[in-house]
């Protein structure tokens, strides 16, 4: 399957070059709008092969035979497909070499089928027959009581051509989609009055290996660009997590803040506007979050999944407060004015949740939300080092680190006393978490406390996200740095999420022993700062050597076997690409860069 995607079109097209098959189709907010597009011919036309493919564009060969013609194949089609400007355009050009015209008649059959992408990704669908009007040669429109959805059409779907020898003959149609939601959500109000200003990427220069690296970086970062009211925003993976995360733009910012200064503005701008100021189970919302995930189709805003906008990220909140102060520090005090409501509605959240020893914890109340809300969020991945699973409240050990990070956010924010508070509140935590979550026997943090403050002893990756804070004593993090690069953490091409050694290890699980780039690239800042270049330098490599089995696209996870015979085990969903997975990319290039000096 082919992606392709610019601004918010996404198109999905089979191998076959046709869009037809359980998950193509052309996507617009949350919405499938066409599921189906194959051309009819009046003559067969045989696939030859891909022609080439690009973030935003892609086309392919195919070949047939003159009525005329003894043997040999005389005519062929280019079929393109192509993202611009908020217009989809099907373009097929048409070559004759032999020696006598031919006519040839072309039409489109599309299926527009108007589905949820959570239709698409639960493989059940309703039937929407019944809203959506048709005017075939102009628009089609879809109308529920939540949206509307307008596909006007410019050209012709069928053409009838007399293709004369040597002459090329070129015939297109072009699909653009708009949409007016009538249900007004936190999310929906992004996309009405979109601002489509361009984005110069200024990309760092290097040279070999990295330099296809970077522009393969660049070119997906580009592609995962959303259009919203305040500017572009980065998605958070393709092709299901088209669309707005929390957590995942907040890792971004930390990966990549010095490179991309006004992609980090956006984020900590559009977090702050659909920031919680509201209670509602279920949504997990609370006064202060910080969202997890925002949709705007027609499950989301029905409520029929609670996603339309969901808050269900225990970590989205502090992170936010930590890119905050990092923005500050590399731009200026401003951004602190300009966010202000936000970042006291945050303290504010901060104060009220967290337990007597200072923990930020979760557990989920809406009745079909995450069970598990940190950025392992899958529901076996909390887990005892004996295979039983944690019980909530959770207590997260990277989401301490964060908490203490925005601690010190926030007394850089507020003057005197209130400066004051969040220094103490920071000290305070970094004792206790130093002395809770630490495992003597292991020389280890544990993955998280459980709800009766037993240590969750699974050797995980986790505790390498608290090396870029300073929540982790200094003696103990020499322990940390060795025991991630031993042999059952460090596969050779990343770091494990869960070390091979534990019950509930597998290679390919999703949380449970996988390797996710952007884990490692925490990881891999962390030990930088911290004086650690040697390893980090090793892991950016690994790191380096895995792009290059991916044709340079590291994808959001991959399997966690051991390096052995230079082989590696792609994960089968994975999103490619995924942001985070970029804003890796970005970061090791940073790091053996500067080690080549």
């Given at each position: 399957m082919y992606t392709i995607k610019s601004g918010n079109i996404m198109v999905l097209i089979g191998d076959n070059g046709f869009i037809e098959g359980n998950t193509c189709g052309l996507y617009f907010m949350d919405t499938r709008i066409i599921g189906k597009m194959v051309p009819e011919l009046s003559l067969k036309f045989n696939l030859l092969s891909l022609g080439e493919y690009k973030t935003n564009s892609v086309f392919f060969w195919?070949?047939?035979?003159?009525?005329?013609?003894?043997?040999?194949?005389?005519?062929?089609?280019?079929l393109c497909y192509s993202i611009d400007k908020g217009k989809f355009t099907v373009k097929s050009e048409f070559f004759n070499y032999s020696k006598k015209e031919v006519r040839i008649f072309e039409s489109f059959v599309i299926d527009y089928t108007f589905n949820d992408i959570f239709e698409i990704r639960s493989g059940k669908f309703e039937d929407k027959k019944n809203k959506i009007a048709k005017n075939q040669r102009e628009y089609v429109k879809y109308e529920s009581q939540n949206l509307a959805i307008e596909v006007k059409i410019d050209d012709l779907t069928s053409s009838e051509m007399n293709l004369k020898p040597q002459i090329p003959n070129t015939v297109q149609f072009s699909i653009t989609p708009s949409i007016h939601f009538k249900k007004q959500t936190k999310g929906t109000m992004l996309f009405d009055g979109i601002s489509n200003s361009k984005l110069n990427?200024?990309?760092?220069?290097?040279?070999g290996k990295l330099a296809e690296l970077v522009k393969k970086a660049s070119e997906d970062l580009e592609m995962l660009l959303l259009d919203t009211k305040y500017g572009k925003f980065p998605a958070a993976g393709l092709p299901w997590f088209a669309t707005i995360f929390g957590r995942d733009s907040l890792i971004f910012t930390l990966q990549t803040m010095d490179m991309f200064p006004e992609i980090s503005y956006n984020i900590l701008k559009v977090l702050a506007v659909t920031q919680s100021n509201f209670v509602d189970d279920q949504k997990d919302a609370l006064p202060g979050k910080i969202i997890h995930e925002i949709r705007v189709g027609e499950d989301a805003l029905s409520g029929k999944v609670p996603f339309s906008t969901y808050y269900g990220s225990i970590d989205a909140t502090p992170l936010f407060l930590m890119a905050v102060g990092k923005y500050s520090k590399l731009y200026g005090r401003s951004i602190f004015e300009e966010l202000k409501d936000s970042i006291e509605l945050s303290a504010h959240y901060i104060d009220e949740s967290v337990d007597s020893r200072g923990y930020l914890h979760y557990k989920s109340k809406a009745s079909n939300g995450l069970s598990n809300q940190g950025w392992k969020d899958s529901g076996d991945s909390i887990v005892f080092s004996n295979g039983n699973m944690a019980k909530p409240p959770v207590k997260l050990v990277e989401v301490q680190?964060?908490?203490?990070?925005?601690?010190?956010?926030?007394?850089?924010?507020?003057?005197?006393?209130?400066?004051?508070?969040?220094?103490l509140l920071a000290e305070t935590l970094k004792t206790n978490f130093n002395e809770d979550f630490w495992m003597e026997k292991e020389k280890f943090f544990a993955l998280a406390l459980d709800k009766d403050g037993r240590q969750v002893d699974s050797i995980t990756s986790n505790p390498?996200?608290?090396?870029?804070?300073?929540?982790?004593?200094?003696?103990?993090?020499k322990f940390i740095v060795d025991r991630?690069?031993?042999?059952?953490?460090?596969?050779?091409?990343?770091?494990?999420?869960?070390?091979?050694?534990?019950?509930?290890?597998?290679?390919?699980?999703?949380?449970?022993?996988?390797?996710?780039?952007?884990?490692?690239?925490i990881i891999i800042i962390g030990m930088n700062e911290r004086g650690f270049k040697k390893e980090a330098k090793k892991l950016s490599t690994s790191l380096l050597n895995a792009a290059q089995k991916f044709n340079w696209r590291l994808p959001e996870?991959?399997?966690?076997?051991?390096?052995?015979?230079?082989?590696?085990?792609?994960?089968?969903?994975?999103?490619?690409?995924?942001?985070?997975?970029?804003?890796?990319?970005?970061?090791?290039?940073?790091?053996?860069?500067e080690g080549s000096k």
């Open positions: 195919f070949i047939s035979k003159s009525p005329d013609s003894l043997h040999d194949m005389d005519l062929i089609l280019k990427l200024n990309v760092p220069h290097v040279r680190a964060y908490l203490y990070e925005a601690y010190k956010t926030l007394s850089q924010f507020y003057d005197n006393e209130r400066s004051q508070k969040y220094l390498g996200h608290c090396l870029m804070t300073g929540i982790i004593d200094d003696k103990k993090a991630l690069m031993k042999v059952d953490m460090f596969t050779g091409w990343g770091i494990r999420t869960m070390s091979s050694k534990m019950t509930a290890y597998n290679p390919i699980a999703y949380h449970n022993g996988s390797v996710w780039p952007h884990d490692t690239s996870l991959f399997g966690g076997d051991e390096r052995k015979r230079n082989q590696i085990i792609p994960y089968p969903v994975a999103c490619s690409p995924q942001l985070w997975a970029v804003g890796a990319e970005f970061v090791i290039s940073k790091i053996l860069k």
